[in-house]
């Protein structure tokens, strides 16, 4: 399964961005897709997640009711809507794939190239 990572970009705070994340290769289902973000010096994070089946969502306390994670699977298609950012929403956003619906990054197998969101002051 490769991923790609696509819509990052730089916007003033308030505003918003889409990203999306395209799926290829030996896709099978099911599989539960996520974002992590991870700015310079810190940690990877969970961003968000969302299931295959149900379309069950979770995401970081940080983002609720800011972003929202959806899928169009017929598409192989993940995307984060992103609302209202902040500067500290800057990070480098990474899509992944896991075969459960997890918080965890080292339960996604397959993961994204990362795409850059900047947001600024």
């Known amino acids: 399964v490769q991923l790609q990572a696509s819509g990052g970009g730089l916007v003033q705070a308030g505003g918003s961005l889409r990203l999306s994340c395209e799926a290829s290769?030996?896709?099978?289902?099911?599989?539960?897709m996520g974002w992590f973000r991870q700015a310079p010096g810190k940690e990877r994070e969970f961003v968000a997640a969302?299931?295959?089946?149900?379309?069950?969502?979770y995401y970081v306390n940080s983002v609720k009711g800011r972003f929202t994670i959806s899928r169009e699977n017929a598409k192989n298609t993940m995307y984060l809507q992103m609302s209202s950012l902040k500067p500290d929403d800057t990070a480098t956003y990474y899509c992944?794939?896991?075969?459960?619906?997890?918080?965890?990054?080292?339960?996604?197998?397959?993961w994204g190239q990362g795409t850059q969101v900047t947001v600024s002051s």
């Open positions: 992944a794939a896991s075969a459960k619906l997890s918080i965890y990054a080292q339960d996604y197998a397959y």
């Open positions: 290769g030996r896709t099978f289902s099911p599989i539960d």
């Open positions: 969302i299931s295959w089946g149900d379309g069950y969502t």
